[in-house]
């Protein structure tokens, strides 16, 4: 078999882990970084006598999109490498101009072939207040929720709970000037602290009840397959709002046995959105109780893949390979 492999340069270990294991069980692979789409790289689609040719050109070498039987959708970083100089009249539309282009070619590529997963199915998924709503329809439970830009309905909501969190729906790192990288993490808030909240009418933000925690999970789903990692965050002062502030814990993080219940959950919260692939985030409090916060169709993966002896990459590559179980149609509980 032959597998694409759509994703940028600087892209974590996981691609190469993946590659390595599709490799090993005969296919022939070739990894497409976007971000040196348009300058390095080319596509070209030929629409000519009722058929169909596109090809991907790179360092004179051509490769035929036809020939791929499978997709991995990953990442994009479309037009990075323009040139600094380029002014934004120019550069901001070529740059979508070119993830236009990308995006109608691999979903035209894509019409009766296989991707993991499809752009549309992501995008859907990537809908925080659609999660959780079908979450919650699934019987998981979800935190009291508010997103607004309305610092007084944030204030009204806060005096309902002991303590809520704040954080993003789309971006978790801000760039400045510089291309310093500020990462935004999960915050915790007392209601009394919620005073003062100007700009927040510029913004809206998740704000949400705290959930005690007695620890967290990461949950990677690939297919039927399910592999979840405890993180002990209640052990690290910095990371007990959002574990992420203590990268120390991802040495920590053991396997973990989740009741088959909310197994069942996660797997319909799958077929729901059509997802080969995600993410998930867990909390389970100090009753034993489950808590869904949110589900990343293209989220990380490869720090949990060590404390699994990189069997998601396997996994991954079983379902890109047809050796495993596909989702290719959403399931529709309306």
Known sequence: MEVLIVTYSDDDEGINNVTEALQSKGANVYRFNTNYYPTQIQLASHYINNTEQVKIISEDVVHNLAKFDAVWYRRIRIGQELPEEMADEYKIPAIEESKTTFWGTLASWGIGKFVLDAVADIRRAENKQLQLKVANRLGLRIPATLITNSAQEVKAFAHNYSAVISKMQYAFSIYDGTE??????????????????????????????YVEKECEFRVAIVGEQIFCGKIPSQQSTEGQADW???????????????????????????DYFGLNYGAVDLIKTPEGKFVFLEVNPVGEFSWLDQAFNNKISEAIANVLLNRARRRNSPLNLY
């Not at 808030?189 to 949400?208: K, N, Y």
């Open 180 to 209: 310093d990288e500020y990462k935004v993490y999960s915050h915790k808030w007392q209601p009394e602290e919620l005073e003062d909240m100007t700009g927040l009418e510029f913004s809206p933000m998740i704000f949400q009840e």
């Open 244 to 270: 992420r502030k203590d990268g120390s814990l991802i040495d920590d993080i053991v396997p973990y046995d989740l009741p088959a219940s909310i197994q069942l959950k996660l797997l319909h919260l799958m």
